[in-house]
């Protein structure tokens, strides 16, 4: 028998893992990252759980009637184990139909990206490229994560995309040279517990904690009080959900009022404060932004908002947001809020002051800035220009030419009869699943790559299994983060089953362009030419990295990080004609002449305070029975992935998700920790496990999000969800007009014991034909 560690990089951290004979036995942190222990738990148990897919499967009902518009019940009907040919050949006979009867805008190409952290072994990069060649699909467009700002900061700030992330001040920053932190929304570090690209190891903690130690003020501003960690000694604010916009307007209003606004700053960097300020001060309206306005909406009380504001133009002070807040309907708002009021204390263009978005939401951010540049695969230009806002799915499954707005565009819905999906479950992150499940049933054909019997393998009608990322060489490239890792196999995958890569080339050669996708290389060959790329782009810098052998034979390496300059506010302050932004204005736009001329009203051209259509506010709320559901992300896994595993499963009560309630909520309805209640709105209804905090305001409870969809009745909608996943409840509207993005935090629920409910069944095997 023979026995050795293979050291590995994932999502989640770096991992030596215990080989005997070829099959991995167990799974540790490494010591100088404790951090990274409790997600270690039970991973090498996932390559041969009882939910492993190893051989192609196809729903019974669409082998038996072929691709049709109605009576799908995906979800709802056995799988039938079919021949590995026979699998690929029904592929590609549907694509080539599909793009012969309806056009290359009917296949839609879904994936979300942190199926793998590999540079090559990349799910998004692999079905993108596959379907380029292929003759293009309909795309989406944004994040779930970010989508809201995504679109409207590039108005307000410029930039792009994720590059925006590194104009964030770095801890290091804060703890050198800030003094007051106001962290709408927290930053918690269970979201940094997982990085894109993978990560070496987990040092966000410390760099809080340095902060602390050098008398940094923190102030959560939150619902929940772990919103920061405990460690820093951070004073709770709990605000009402989804009225953060409030309370910066009142304090903006508060520091107008005492006239202590950086007036140099607002003059020569930014444009449009005037227009805000009559907005704040009611006199384009006739109603002051005032504290004690804010604190009928927000629940804080005025005096805390008037502090906060005096406090942030007397000391260098940052104006942190998390991702979380902008995930919710107007979720444009507080980020345009919050530039608006940074701008405005002085701190901006300071080291450690002034703005930031999302800190800590992933590991890199607030620790690196910049990408070292390394190669990827390349997906090619997709000829097909249709897209959609990634968070509009349904819409566009249940509403073929429907048009909508966004972004200053007027888009139309395609026809869409094929879904192909590889990475990513959809059935985690959109929301109201009950109405996804109505759209998930329109399409013609529905195929996805999975590893397990996940809830978008159970809601396909074309199952291809694949290998894991723990059975594929690969090298990963932490996002913001200077790391260089090599991503070793620990073991084979089952007999027969593929790569990503390995069936695309499957299907590839059926459709004539094989040698177009994998040009004349294998996996290994793609990998070897990538960390070829990489070492090239690393050269120019000075920097020799080994052969590709023994990088891979390596603990990877730690590079100098990239002289870029980030500090694009500091450059803007010292001369804004030298060093403009890349807005039209190439100033801060507090006022966007852009976006008021989209003529959306419930995203005009500054931050408004606009009610949503669900909230402790709202007239149905004041009798006391509804609560606002929060939805956020687990502290055992990533997203929904490897939900059945021991970290996942050691984070759950009785086998069901928990559900946060306060203390005194809990006694009002009568249960006690560890309860099994139902959760219920007009969209749906779940099971969730009591867990009882004084850390959490009345009135509002959270859930986190992955947990599997797990209907009672599968395939059917409206069904009761049996473990615990929130967006069977949350809201399927846009932001706004201006991004089209999710409002999963905007939600009103009703609870009650659910003494007697079944067991969930999330974890068993579908039925098979």
């Not at 467009?141 to 900061?153: C, I, M, P």
């Not at 770095?170 to 962290?183: D, K, R, S």
């Not at 706004?736 to 095997?765: D, F, K, M, N």
């Amino acid at each position: 028998m023979s026995t050795e560690v293979r050291r590995t990089t994932t999502h989640w951290g770096t991992f030596d893992v215990t080989v005997r004979d070829g099959r991995a036995e167990s799974t540790a942190a490494l010591r100088d990252d404790p951090f990274a222990a409790p997600l270690a738990i039970g991973l090498h148990e996932t390559l041969t759980h009882p939910l492993r897919i190893t051989r192609p499967h196809v729903r019974a009902g669409w082998l038996e009637h072929g691709p049709r518009r109605a009576r799908n019940r995906r979800g709802g009907e056995p799988m039938v184990e079919v021949e590995w040919d026979r699998a690929y050949d029904l592929v590609a006979d549907e694509l080539a139909r599909v793009r012969r009867d309806h056009g290359d805008e009917a296949v839609f190409g879904g994936s979300y990206g942190w199926s793998s952290a590999g540079r090559f072994h990349h799910a998004q990069s692999q079905i993108h490229r596959f379907l380029v060649g292929d003759g293009g699909y309909t795309s989406s467009r944004n994040s779930y994560s970010v989508g809201a700002q995504e679109v409207v900061l590039p108005h307000i700030i410029g930039g792009s995309g994720m590059a925006m992330f590194d104009w964030n001040p770095t801890w290091q920053q804060i703890a050198e040279h800030g003094e007051l932190v106001i962290a709408f929304g927290g930053s918690p570090l269970k979201n940094a517990r997982v990085n894109q690209g993978g990560l070496r190891r987990h040092r966000a903690a410390e760099a809080q904690q340095a902060c602390a130690d050098a008398g940094v003020r923190f102030v959560v501003v939150s619902p929940l009080r772990d919103d920061l960690a405990p460690e820093l000694d951070a004073e709770w604010v709990p605000i009402r959900p989804g009225t953060d916009t409030a309370m910066m307007l009142a304090m903006a209003h508060h520091i107008v009022r005492l006239g202590l606004e950086d007036r140099d700053f607002l003059a020569r960097c930014c444009v449009g404060f005037e227009q805000f300020r009559a907005y704040v001060t009611g006199e384009s309206d006739g109603l002051p932004k005032s504290p004690e306005w804010a604190e009928r909406i927000s629940g804080v009380p005025a005096a805390v908002i008037r502090e906060l504001a005096e406090a942030s133009v007397r000391q260098r002070t940052l104006i942190s947001l998390t991702w979380s807040i902008q995930r919710a309907q107007h979720g444009e708002q507080p980020y345009w809020a919050g530039v608006s009021l940074a701008s405005m204390t002085g701190s901006m263009g300071h080291p450690g002051g002034g703005f930031a978005a999302g800190l800590a939401a992933t590991h890199g951010i607030g620790l690196h800035r910049g990408s070292m540049g390394a190669a990827s695969l390349p997906q090619g230009r997709n000829p097909v220009r249709t897209f959609i806002p990634v968070a509009r799915i349904s819409d566009l499954l249940l509403e073929p030419g429907a048009t909508i707005d966004y972004d200053g565009q007027r888009l139309t819905y395609p026809d869409v009869r094929l879904v192909y999906w590889a990475g990513g479950n959809p059935f985690h992150h959109h929301q109201d699943l009950n109405k996804l499940l109505r759209a998930w049933n329109m399409p013609e054909t529905v195929v996805v790559h999975d590893s397990w019997w996940t809830p978008i393998a159970r809601h396909a009608d074309i199952v291809i299994p694949v290998a894991t990322s723990l059975e594929r060489d690969d090298l990963a490239v932490g996002n913001r983060d200077n790391h260089l890792l090599p991503m070793r196999r620990v073991q084979d995958p089952p007999t027969g089953v593929p790569t990503d890569f390995e069936a695309f080339c499957a299907i590839a050669r059926r459709r004539g362009f094989e040698a177009g996708f994998d040009e004349g290389l294998d996996a290994e060959g793609w990998v070897r030419r990538l960390y070829a790329e990489t070492a090239a782009r690393v050269a120019e810098r000075g920097l020799d990295l080994p052969s590709y052998d023994e990088f891979m034979r390596s603990e990877g390496f730690e590079l100098p990080p990239i002289d870029q300059d980030h500090d694009v506010f500091q450059r803007l302050r010292e001369d804004p004609d030298r060093h403009p932004l890349s807005t039209p204005s190439g100033r801060i736009e507090i006022h966007s002449d852009t976006v008021a001329a989209f003529g959306y009203d419930e995203c005009p051209g500054h931050a408004v305070w606009q009610e949503p259509v669900e909230w402790l506010g709202a007239p149905v709320a004041g009798d006391g029975t509804w609560f606002h559901l929060l939805s956020h992300q687990p502290r055992g896994r990533l997203h929904s992935q490897l939900d059945f595993s021991g970290a996942s499963l050691a984070t759950k009560t009785g086998g069901r998700e928990p559900v946060m309630l306060n203390v005194d909520d809990a006694a009002r309805i009568g249960v006690e920790d560890g309860d099994v209640v139902r959760l219920w709105n007009g969209r749906g209804a779940c099971l969730a496990a009591v867990r009882t905090t004084d850390g959490i305001r009345t009135g509002v409870v959270v859930m986190a999000t992955g947990g599997w969809y797990d209907p009672d009745r599968p395939g059917e909608a409206g069904s009761l969800d049996l473990q615990g996943n929130p967006n069977v409840l949350t809201l399927d509207v846009p932001t706004s007009r201006l991004a089209q993005a999710t409002s999963a935090q905007t939600c009103l629920v009703r609870i009650a014991p659910a003494p007697g409910a079944p067991e969930s069944r999330a974890h068993q095997v579908p039925a098979r034909g």
